[in-house]
C-alpha cells in the first residue's frame, strides 16, 4: 500500500480590512482640540495652535479616559497627518530666502543644529538615560521643536512616554526663551540683526522664535524667522544621520529606512516652491491644511501625555533639557556675534 503523503497545511493569513468608521472618533477628536487651538490662536496670535494643541491634548487625556475606539483615528493623527503636513512645509521654505540670509548664517545654522545634537546626545547618553529619548531630545531642542520631535520619534524609536517627555520639554523651555532672550539681547546691547539671528538659532518653536522676534522690532523678527527656517530644513539631514545611528536596535532588528519618505517629500517641496512659481491661492490652501494636519498630529500627541508618567522619569530629562538649551543658544550667540 502506498504511504499517504500529507500536503503540508498552509496557514491563510487574512488580510485585516480597515473601515473609514473605525478612524471617525479619534478623527473627530484631534479636529475638536484643533478647531480650539486654531480658535485660541486667533485671539492670541502668539499662543501657537500647534503648541495650544498639545496641552489641550494633554488636558484631555489627565482629566478624561479616552476610549479605546478612539485610538486608530489618534494614531492615524499623530502619524499620517503628522507626516503631511512636515511634507507641505517645506512649501513655506524656497531657496531664495536661504539664500538670503548669506553664507555666514547658513554655516551658523549648520553649526548649531550639528553642535546641538552631537553634545546633547552624548551628555545624555553619558548621564545614562535611554537612547531613544536623548535622540527626541536633542532633535525637539536643536532643529525645530514639536515638529522635529514628531519626526524623528520613529527614526529613533522613542516609545510614547519617551515622546512625550521631548514634547514637554521643548513647551517649556521654548516657551521660558521668549521673554528672557530679548532681555538679555537688551542687555547685551545687541542691534536687531543679531539678536534676531540669535534667536532664530537658538529659540526651539517656530512660533516661539516669533514670539521673541516681535518683541525685538520687525527687523530682528524678519531675520528670526527666515534663520529659524534654515534650520528647518536640517530636520531632513539630521533625520536621515539619526537614521543610520539607529539602524541596528537592541533585538538586532533592522531599524528604520535611511531617508523616510516624508523627509523626501518635505525636501522635494522646498524644490519645488523655489523652482515654480506657484499662485498665492495654492500656498494659501497648503499653508491652511499644513496648520491643520500638523496642529491634529500635535494634539493626538499631547493625548498621550500623562502627568504621571512624566513625573516618574526624573530630573535628568529635565537637565538634559536645559544643557541643550544653553548649549544652543551660547552656540548662536557667539555665532551671530561673529558675523
Not at 545611528?245 to 523616510?260: I, T
Not at 500656498?283 to 491652511?288: D, F, G, N, Q, Y
Amino acid at each position: 500500500m502506498d504511504a499517504v503523503v500529507e500536503k503540508p497545511k498552509v496557514k491563510v493569513v487574512k488580510k485585516k480590512h480597515f473601515s473609514v468608521a473605525e478612524f471617525l472618533p479619534g478623527l473627530a477628536l484631534t479636529g475638536g482640540i484643533t478647531l480650539a487651538a486654531m480658535a485660541i490662536n486667533k485671539v492670541v496670535p502668539l499662543a501657537s495652535a500647534l503648541l495650544v494643541a498639545i496641552a489641550l491634548g494633554v488636558v484631555v487625556a489627565n482629566v478624561w479616559r479616552v476610549p479605546e475606539r478612539f485610538g486608530p483615528g489618534i494614531a492615524l493623527s499623530a502619524k499620517r497627518l503628522l507626516r503631511l503636513g512636515i511634507v507641505l512645509l517645506g512649501l513655506q521654505i524656497s531657496l531664495s530666502t536661504l539664500a538670503s540670509l548669506g553664507w555666514q548664517r547658513l554655516v551658523l545654522v549648520v553649526v548649531v543644529v550639528a553642535v546641538g545634537v552631537a553634545s546633547t546626545m552624548f551628555i545624555g547618553l553619558a548621564m545614562g538615560l535611554p537612547k531613544p529619548l536623548v535622540g527626541v531630545i536633542a532633535c525637539g531642542f536643536s532643529i525645530c521643536g514639536a515638529a522635529a520631535v514628531a519626526g524623528a520619534k520613529d527614526t529613533v524609536k522613542s516609545s510614547k512616554d519617551q515622546t512625550a517627555t521631548a514634547l514637554a520639554l521643548v513647551v517649556v523651555f521654548g516657551t521660558l526663551c521668549i521673554p528672557v532672550l530679548p532681555l538679555l539681547a537688551g542687555l547685551f546691547g545687541l542691534d536687531p540683526v543679531t539678536a534676531g539671528t540669535w534667536a532664530g538659532g537658538s529659540i526651539h518653536e517656530v512660533a516661539q522664535v516669533v514670539a521673541a522676534g516681535a518683541a525685538m522690532g520687525e527687523k530682528a523678527l524678519a531675520t528670526a524667522v527666515a534663520v529659524k527656517l534654515a534650520r528647518v530644513v536640517c530636520l531632513a539631514g539630521v533625520v536621515a544621520v539619526l537614521a543610520l545611528v539607529y539602524r541596528k536596535d537592541n533585538s538586532g532588528q533592522k531599524g528604520a529606512p535611511l531617508v523616510p519618505l516624508f523627509v523626501v517629500g518635505f525636501l522635494a517641496m522646498v524644490i519645488l516652491t523655489s523652482l515654480v512659481p506657484l499662485p498665492a491661492s495654492v500656498l494659501s490652501a497648503a499653508k491652511l491644511i499644513q496648520t491643520g494636519a500638523l496642529t491634529m498630529a500635535m494634539g493626538a500627541l499631547g493625548l498621550g501625555i500623562r502627568v504621571p508618567d512624566l513625573v516618574k522619569v526624573g530630573p535628568k530629562p529635565v537637565v538634559l533639557g536645559l544643557i541643550a538649551t544653553v548649549i544652543v543658544s551660547a552656540v548662536a550667540l557667539g555665532g551671530a556675534l561673529l558675523i
